[in-house]
Nanobody, 123 residues
Framework: QVQLVESGGGLVQAGGSLRLSCAASGLTFSSYAMGWFRQAPGKEREFVAA????????LHADSAKGRFTIIRDNAENTVYLQMNRLKPEDTAVYYC????????????????WGQGTQVTVSS
């Protein structure tokens, strides 16, 4: 049974930082590209960042470039999202996801999803 478990969310002031973690089990982690998505109330789920199975290729949404960094540790079956200089508009539930397909920003291409972790940025 595949499980993706996010952690690290919380309440932070604008300009602050958070590091989200996603621990994977039940799959060959190093064979999957991993992505982070987010969904704010009343909005559609949107792509944030993704990393290839080796870590050699990375995609970022424009909103994340220069502020968010995605990294993975295949030895620990974990992917991280380091978020710096957070803004109120970053407030959302953040989800990690896994895909056997090529690195992509398309949510529909991801096979497995976590339950999400809430990030709230106060102004």
């Amino acid at each position: 049974q595949v499980q993706l478990v996010e952690s690290g969310g919380g309440l932070v002031q604008a300009g602050g930082s958070l590091r989200l973690s996603c621990a994977a089990s039940g799959l060959t982690f190093s064979s999957y590209a991993m992505g982070w998505f987010r969904q704010a109330p009343g909005k559609e789920r949107e792509f944030v960042a993704a990393i290839s199975w080796s870590g050699g290729n990375i995609l970022h949404a424009d909103s994340a470039k220069g502020r968010f960094t995605i990294i993975r540790d295949n030895a620990e079956n974990t992917v991280y999202l380091q978020m710096n200089r957070l803004k109120p508009e970053d407030t959302a539930v953040y989800y990690c996801a896994a895909t056997r397909r090529v690195l992509t920003i398309m949510a529909g291409a991801y096979d497995y999803w976590g339950q999400g972790t809430q990030v709230t940025v106060s102004s």
